[in-house]
Every structure is written in C-alpha cells, then in structure tokens.
C-alpha cells in the first residue's frame, strides 16, 4: 500500500517517484524495461487477491503498444487473451501481465 500510495504522487509537482510524464512509450520513461515494470506490478497487485486494491491513479497500466499510463475508468481498457483479433488497435488492450490479476 505504501509503494501504491507513493506512485500515485508521480505527477505531483514536488514528488520524489520520478517516473516521467504519461501516457508515454515505457522506454522513454524512467523505468525504461518491461522487466522494471513488472517487479512493480507484481508487488503492488500481490495482495489483490485478498482484498481490493485501488488502481484508479496508478501509473502502472502498459498497453499492447508499450505505452505507460496511469489506470482511468474513464479510459478502460481491455483485457483478454483474444487481443490479437484487433492487431491494429494494441493501445485498446493491456498487457496480458495483468490477466493473473483478474480482479482489479
């Protein structure tokens, strides 16, 4: 919760977590590899599955496009394995790393 809570000041004027501005290509943010990404995602949703989880703000959604950005209900996103039916539109789906996170 505390690394979550961290996160979520990363667009915050004097905040210390220096991700960079979003949405952007994860390359050209600070966490620059998919694998970064990845150990943060595991850690702040390892808890999910006990109980619910606040994603709204967070800037840990990736889509298929490799883009960063924070999760928005008002910007859902899909999330299945059937992506590749629309190849053209990879900024429509998130990654599949969050598939084992069915509940968020």
Known sequence: ADVRAFLM???SP???CHI????CRLQQTNLKLFHS???LVDY??????????EVEGLPLLITLDSVLQTFD???SKFLTTYHELIPS???????T????YSSI
């Open 9 to 11: 000041t990363f667009a």
């Open 14 to 16: 004097d905040t210390n």
């Open 20 to 23: 960079g501005k979003l949405p």
């Open 37 to 39: 990404l990845k150990l």
């Open 44 to 53: 702040c949703f390892k808890d999910a599955e006990e109980s619910e989880i």
């Open 73 to 75: 209900a008002k910007r």
């Open 89 to 95: 539109r990879k900024d429509l789906f998130m990654n």
């Open 97 to 100: 790393l969050y598939l084992k």
